[in-house]
Structure formats: C-alpha cells, structure tokens
C-alpha cells in the first residue's frame, strides 16, 4: 500500500521534479556503467575490450536504425489525449517487433562481412547476440509510452535494472574466475530480457492486447513517424557510425580505447538526457510559442551546467582515466578531451531540437541529423585511416559544431528567435528557483 501510495504521489511531482528523477536516475546508471566498465577494461585490457564492444553493439544499433521514427509518433500522439492510446500502444508493439526480426535478418548478412578482421568466434557470437534486436525494439516502444503516460518512476526502473544486473553477472564471472569477451558480453545483454518482457506486460494489462482501430493507429504513428524517422536513423548512426568505422578500419585494441574514452565522456549526457525525457512529452501539449519558449529556457540553464560540468571533467581527465582504467589506457586520454566537448555541444543541439519534434515539425530535425551524418562518414572515412581514433573523434566534433550552426540558423531565420534568447538571464534564474521552491512545496504535501 505504501508503495502504491508512493507512486501515486510520485506523478504529481511536476516536470521540474520528473528531471530531478531521471537526472538522478541517470548519474546512478553512469556510476553502474562506469563500475562494469571498470571490470572488463581491467580484466580484458584494450584489445579484450574492443572484441567484447563488436559483439555487443549490433543488436541495438539495428534495432534503433529500423524504427521507422515509431517511438517519437507514439509519445506525440498519445500525449495529445484523443482517446486511443491504448490502440496506439499494442500497434507500435507490434509495428516493432516485426521490425525487429527484420533488423536480425540484415544483421545475419552484414556481420560477417563488416567484422571480417575479428575471430570466427567473435563473429558468430555477433550474428546470435541479434535475438536481442526485437527486445531493444520493445524497450523503445516500452520508454516511449512511459515517457507518455508520466511514469517516470517506471521509466527509471526500466532502466536501471539491466545496468545493475550486468554489474552483479560481471562480479560473479570475477569471483569464478571467468572473465572473458563471450561470458561479459552475456552479461550485458542477457539482464535487459525479463526488464522488457515484465514492463510490456504491465502496459498491455493496462491497456488490453486486444484494441480496436489499430489500421487507424497505424497511419497515424506511421505519418508522423516516417516524417521523424530521418531524426532516428542520423541520431542512431551518429552514436555508432564512429564504432562501426572503427571495427572495419582499425584493430580491436584501438576500439577497446575509443569505447573505454566514448562511454566515460556520455556523463554528460546525463543532463541532457534527463531534460528530454520530461521536455518533449511536455512541449506536444503546448501551442507552438509555447514549446519553443519552453524549449529555449530549458536550453540556456542546462547550457551553463553542462559548461561547467564540462570544464570540471576536462580539467581531471588524464587522472579519471588511468585512475579508474589503468594505464594501458593512457592512450584514450586525448581522445576523451576531445570527446568531451563534443558531447556537451551535442547535448544542446538535441535539447534545442526537441523544440521542433514538439510542434510536429520533425522533419527540419532529419534533414539536419541525415546532412551531418553524411558529413560525419565522409570526414571519418578520411580520418580515421589518417590518425586513428583521434580522427574520429575530431570527426564527430566537427560535424557537431556543424549541427549546432545549423539549428541556430533555422531559429534565428525561419523562428525569428532573437539573439538575446540565446543567453540565460535574470529571469530563467528566477524562473528555476520558483520551479524549485514549488517543487519542495509539493513534495511536503501529504500523500493521498
């Protein structure tokens, strides 16, 4: 009862403390993630590292590149209220699980012929680690329609509970004295199974797995989906193009450092991620002025904690690396500076992008995400041959700072937002501190 009554209260918390929620939610999951990173850099080294990430990216990276923008339709049309939700959820469950058996078909093909500079072990392992694919795709739909209904209680569980479990599997192997790519890899993608298969049947005892209306449902999440999908695709390439460059031109040792320096720079992320998760859902509620308003206050305060967290991390790098890795990964050191920044700048050119999801204009987003991710191949296609996973890095930071000049541009010309907007001010600092007094405010009132 209690924690019936807890989550209930939970839900009226308030979009200031929903980002309070998952930002927390998402520093504990980094503070999981960097402890099993810490275990297979340390008892696999670079190389060890490298084959166990070639094994374990596919799945989702197929996955999310087959979406068909099908996530983002789902969260914007169920926000809307018109009665069909629960017939917009079983659709998409089912748009997505096809999509995810035809992720593993494609997979099965290009496997062998990408990674033909690994093992035959590696390889195959690669190709069965794809029966994950259709559970990703249902841990997208799983997310969307939490991050709808305001349960985001849920949603960080969901979450949280794989990353937890992969670290109790990795600390067993460690006890028993078997530490090696396949059985780690296991341990990563085995603990995301039941998390998927309880939270969907938790949604469809809620809604019902038989609805009606679901060709109609269809055409919508397809409609808007295809319109966004572009935004999936680039946003998906733009997280493991440079992995999957890497694992054709480079040797798994030089993968091993690139993912060690990569994952450790995504702290960053947790800000941003966290702030998405509530605005999008919240800005397709509102009038147009509304959401960008909304938008770019969001924008200018995350802006400035993400500068100096940034700054922070920047600063203390080559001790945070060898600190927590080991000295074999010294080499990542100036990769992960430059990784840094990159992140932080594309932490705010997503946050600013969401403005144009929320107003269901998901199309100018694509064409920006498909223009950087074509810039993106080309750049490191030159690069990385020429200087290694630097090149990659630099290739991502560039194409970031094109991305960033770009939305400024749409904004400034086509929104005739002002150039003042930009800067944080006064009034946002107001603005949070009211947001947070309310907040506080709320959570002493009693539980109902």
């Given at each position: 009862?209690?924690?019936?009554?807890?989550m209930?209260?939970?839900?009226?918390?308030?979009?200031?403390?929903?980002?309070?929620?998952i930002?927390?939610?998402?520093?504990?999951?980094l503070?999981?993630?960097?402890?099993?990173g810490?275990i297979?850099?340390r008892?696999?080294?670079?190389e060890?590292?490298?084959?166990?990430?070639a094994m374990?990216?596919?799945?989702?990276?197929?996955a999310?590149?087959?979406t068909?923008?099908?996530p983002?339709?789902?969260?914007?049309?169920?926000?809307k209220?018109?009665?069909?939700?629960?017939?917009?959820?079983?659709?998409?469950?089912?748009?997505?699980v096809?999509?995810g058996?035809v992720?593993m078909?494609?997979?099965?093909v290009?496997?062998?012929f990408w990674m033909?500079?690994?093992?035959?072990?590696?390889i195959?392992f690669?190709?069965?680690?794809?029966v994950?694919s259709?559970?990703?795709?249902?841990?997208t739909?799983n997310?969307?329609?939490?991050?709808?209904?305001?349960e985001?209680?849920?949603?960080?569980?969901?979450?949280?509970?794989?990353?937890?479990?992969?670290l109790i599997?990795?600390?067993?192997?460690?006890?028993?004295g078997?530490?090696?790519?396949?059985?780690?890899?296991?341990?990563?993608?085995l603990?995301?199974?039941?998390?998927?298969?309880?939270?969907?049947?938790?949604?469809?005892?809620?809604?019902k797995?038989?609805?009606?209306?679901?060709?109609?449902?269809?055409k919508k999440l397809?409609?808007?989906?295809?319109?966004?999908?572009?935004?999936?695709v680039?946003?998906?390439f733009?997280?493991?193009?440079?992995?999957?460059?890497v694992?054709?031109?480079?040797?798994?040792?030089?993968?091993?450092?690139?993912?060690?320096s990569?994952?450790?720079?995504?702290?960053?992320?947790t800000?941003?991620g966290?702030?998405?998760?509530?605005?999008f859902?919240?800005?397709?509620?509102l009038q147009?002025e509304?959401?960008?308003q909304?938008t770019?206050?969001?924008?200018?305060?995350s802006?400035?904690?993400?500068?100096?967290?940034g700054?922070?991390?920047y600063?203390?790098?080559?001790y945070?690396?060898?600190?927590?890795y080991?000295?074999?990964f010294?080499?990542?050191?100036?990769?992960?500076?430059?990784?840094?920044?990159?992140?932080?700048?594309?932490?705010?050119?997503w946050?600013l992008?969401q403005?144009?999801?929320?107003?269901?204009k998901?199309?100018?987003?694509?064409?920006?995400?498909?223009?950087?991710?074509?810039?993106?191949v080309?750049?490191?296609?030159?690069?990385i041959p020429?200087?290694?996973?630097q090149?990659?890095?630099?290739?991502?930071?560039?194409?970031?700072?094109?991305?960033i000049?770009v939305?400024?541009?749409?904004?400034?010309?086509?929104?005739?937002?002002?150039?003042?907007q930009?800067?944080?001010?006064?009034?946002?600092i107001?603005w949070?501190?009211e947001?947070?007094r309310?907040?506080?405010a709320?959570?002493k009132?009693?539980m109902?």
């Amino acid at each position: 009862m209690a924690i019936t009554n807890l989550m209930k209260h939970r839900r009226h918390w308030g979009s200031l403390g929903n980002v309070v929620q998952i930002f927390a939610s998402n520093v504990f999951i980094l503070g999981l993630n960097v402890l099993t990173g810490i275990i297979i850099a340390r008892f696999l080294g670079p190389e060890g590292r490298g084959e166990q990430a070639a094994m374990i990216m596919w799945p989702r990276f197929l996955a999310y590149s087959l979406t068909l923008g099908i996530p983002a339709a789902l969260v914007y049309y169920m926000k809307k209220k018109d009665g069909n939700q629960g017939s917009l959820y079983v659709t998409s469950l089912y748009m997505c699980v096809m999509l995810g058996c035809v992720a593993m078909a494609i997979g099965a093909v290009i496997i062998p012929f990408w990674m033909k500079g690994y093992s035959d072990q590696v390889i195959e392992f690669a190709v069965w680690a794809l029966v994950m694919s259709p559970i990703a795709m249902i841990g997208t739909i799983n997310t969307a329609a939490l991050q709808s209904r305001e349960e985001y209680h849920l949603y960080n569980f969901m979450r949280y509970i794989p990353v937890l479990g992969t670290l109790i599997l990795l600390s067993i192997l460690v006890m028993a004295g078997h530490v090696t790519p396949f059985l780690t890899s296991v341990a990563y993608l085995l603990p995301a199974i039941p998390m998927a298969l309880w939270t969907t049947f938790k949604l469809v005892s809620h809604y019902k797995i038989k609805q009606k209306h679901k060709i109609e449902s269809g055409k919508k999440l397809l409609g808007y989906g295809i319109r966004s999908y572009g935004t999936d695709v680039a946003g998906t390439f733009s997280g493991y193009i440079d992995q999957i460059l890497v694992v054709g031109l480079l040797s798994p040792s030089a993968l091993g450092l690139y993912v060690v320096s990569l994952n450790l720079a995504k702290m960053l992320n947790t800000i941003q991620g966290a702030i998405t998760s509530v605005l999008f859902p919240k800005a397709s509620g509102l009038q147009q002025e509304e959401a960008l308003q909304l938008t770019f206050k969001v924008t200018r305060i995350s802006a400035v904690v993400t500068f100096f967290v940034g700054a922070a991390v920047y600063m203390i790098a080559p001790y945070l690396l060898i600190l927590l890795y080991g000295k074999s990964f010294v080499e990542a050191v100036s990769v992960f500076r430059i990784l840094i920044f990159q992140t932080a700048i594309t932490s705010i050119s997503w946050i600013l992008a969401q403005g144009f999801m929320s107003i269901g204009k998901p199309g100018s987003v694509t064409i920006i995400r498909i223009s950087t991710l074509g810039m993106n191949v080309i750049l490191m296609n030159i690069f990385i041959p020429l200087l290694g996973i630097q090149g990659a890095a630099i290739s991502l930071l560039a194409t970031s700072l094109v991305e960033i000049t770009v939305i400024f541009l749409i904004y400034t010309l086509k929104h005739q937002v002002a150039f003042q907007q930009w800067f944080v001010s006064k009034t946002d600092i107001l603005w949070l501190l009211e947001r947070i007094r309310r907040q506080k405010a709320r959570s002493k009132e009693p539980m109902s």
